[in-house]
């Protein structure tokens, strides 16, 4: 379908539900923080992303931080539309980070200004050697920690998407916050920086736990902010709405 | 319509007659459950080659499928969610299978639309038929503004997927707040239950 006039190509996730909250998508090149507690479904949705994309020919690349990526596809839920083709064809590329900080040296625990810089354009590097048109970072707060203050980290991640955002390549950072926090980010700068913020969390409801869904921000495009209530599934991550009627907020 | 202990072959002969995307609402007698199963899952669903995907809140998918066993009713293509087992018997994942999704608990409503959706994505049926048994048992766990919210979002779900769906509620435990939630959602009407 054409776009109209100022529209922004958008980049499909492929999650049904999710490119109808987003309106058709995300909007090509943005980079999008998305966060919440442990266990909530983050990597399985970032992982959707990228095999959605591959399937239609963008080239797409994990960057692990956490864990590694052999262990994360040991652990990946058995997809009824996920062909390991994909990765054998270099559609879909994992990319362990701790592996990249060995190559370049960047063994301290913490990065100087210089090898901020350095990592960011080895990133580009690779996406444009790679001709990546989506990305992950799981976790961004992982590399955060190696950065320590918020001007490092905020300096980190303006180069990254502005970089990134020149390659057109759309991007989804993963970000942990703990259960209670009230803030999106752990460090409270990428969600600043960010062009858009999907929350993910653990909704309590008469004792019983709901993983939700929730656009907070999306530079570009109109978007729904309600909650959506999610399940991992082999088709894929599946939402519905939250019942207002049993809302506890 | 209004029939004394309408059988099975009556009422699968009134379920062929409603256009494809149905939302029916078959009230029935206690008495008259064995003939609702046949008449539905057997006569109807079976004979028309539909996927069914049977969300039981009223007994446990066992249960059902003894039932259907002992009717001998073919249960190939039938596809359970139970959102019973689970709280009330405590079933484990381990008694999932291929044909049988456990929901958690049956005020988990959001839930049961997600595994009804996942069953409706997963089916390679051209037709699909969706058996809510029963709008009563699930008024049990969930006062009727959220059953209300529920059911308007399932059926416009199911509407828009085309599948055909039934809500069961028995006569002798509804209410006129349950008829009119269940009424506001459906396109047709069946009475199986006993003559009013």
């Given at each position: 379908m054409p776009l109209k006039t100022g529209e922004r190509d958008r980049c499909a996730t492929g999650l049904e539900g999710l490119d109808t909250i987003l309106y058709g998508g995300i909007p090509r090149s943005n980079?999008?923080?998305?966060?919440?507690?442990?266990?909530?479904?983050?990597?399985?949705?970032?992982?959707?992303?990228?095999?959605?994309?591959?399937?239609?020919?963008?080239?797409?690349?994990?960057?692990?931080?956490?864990?590694?990526?052999?262990?994360?596809?040991?652990?990946?839920?058995?997809?009824?539309?996920?062909?390991?083709?994909?990765?054998?064809?270099?559609?879909?590329?994992?990319?362990?980070?701790?592996?990249?900080?060995?190559?370049?040296?960047?063994?301290?625990?913490?990065?100087?200004?210089?090898?901020?810089?350095?990592?960011?354009?080895?990133?580009?590097?690779?996406?444009?050697?790679?001709?990546?048109?989506?990305?992950?970072?799981?976790?961004?707060?992982?590399?955060?920690?190696?950065?320590?203050?918020?001007?490092?980290?905020?300096?980190?991640?303006?180069?990254?998407?502005?970089?990134?955002?020149?390659?057109?390549?759309?991007?989804?950072?993963?970000?942990?916050?703990s259960a209670e926090s009230t803030s999106y980010s752990s460090f409270g700068v990428e969600e600043a920086i960010a062009d858009g913020i999907v929350l993910m969390a653990n909704m309590e409801r008469r004792g019983d736990l709901l993983r939700t869904l929730q656009v907070i921000k999306m530079r570009g495009t109109m978007h729904s902010r309600a909650k959506y209530v999610l399940d991992l599934t082999p088709m894929g991550v599946l939402l519905v709405p939250l019942l207002k009627g049993g809302s506890t907020a | 319509m209004t029939l004394d202990q309408m059988g099975p072959q009556k009422i699968a002969a009134e379920l062929s007659e409603m256009p494809p995307a149905s939302a029916i609402s078959l009230q029935m007698s206690v008495d008259n459950y064995l003939d609702v199963i046949r008449g539905v899952l057997d006569l109807f669903a079976n004979k028309k080659g539909m996927d069914t995907i049977y969300v039981t809140a009223t007994i446990s998918s066992e249960a059902i499928k003894r039932v259907l066993q002992a009717l001998d009713i073919d249960t190939s293509r039938i596809y359970f969610v139970d959102c019973i087992s689970h709280i009330m018997m405590g079933a484990s994942a381990a008694q999932q299978d291929d044909h049988t999704t456990l929901v958690e608990s049956p005020t988990m409503l959001e839930n049961l639309m997600l595994k009804v959706e996942y069953l409706i994505r997963r089916s390679q049926s051209k037709d699909k038929l969706v058996v809510i048994d029963s709008i009563n048992s699930l008024a049990i766990h969930n006062n009727n503004w959220i059953l209300s919210e529920f059911l308007h979002i399932l059926v416009s779900g199911l509407r828009s997927r085309e599948a055909f769906t039934i809500i069961l509620s028995v006569e002798e435990h509804s209410t006129p707040e349950i008829n009119n939630m269940v009424n506001l959602v459906c396109d047709h009407g069946i009475r199986a239950g006993k003559e009013g």
């Open positions: 980079t999008v923080l998305l966060t919440g507690s442990c266990g909530t479904g983050k990597t399985s949705l970032a992982l959707e992303f990228l095999i959605h994309g591959a399937q239609k020919g963008e080239n797409s690349l994990f960057v692990s931080v956490t864990e590694n990526s052999e262990k994360l596809l040991a652990n990946i839920i058995p997809y009824k539309f996920f062909d390991k083709s994909l990765i054998k064809s270099g559609r879909l590329v994992f990319v362990d980070l701790p592996i990249m900080y060995e190559r370049l040296g960047m063994t301290k625990a913490e990065l100087s200004m210089e090898e901020i810089d350095l990592l960011v354009a080895a990133i580009s590097d690779l996406v444009t050697e790679l001709g990546t048109k989506r990305l992950v970072i799981d976790s961004i707060t992982s590399v955060c920690y190696k950065l320590k203050t918020s001007e490092k980290i905020r300096d980190f991640i303006l180069k990254l998407g502005k970089s990134l955002s020149d390659l057109n390549c759309t991007t989804i950072l993963v970000g942990e916050v | -």
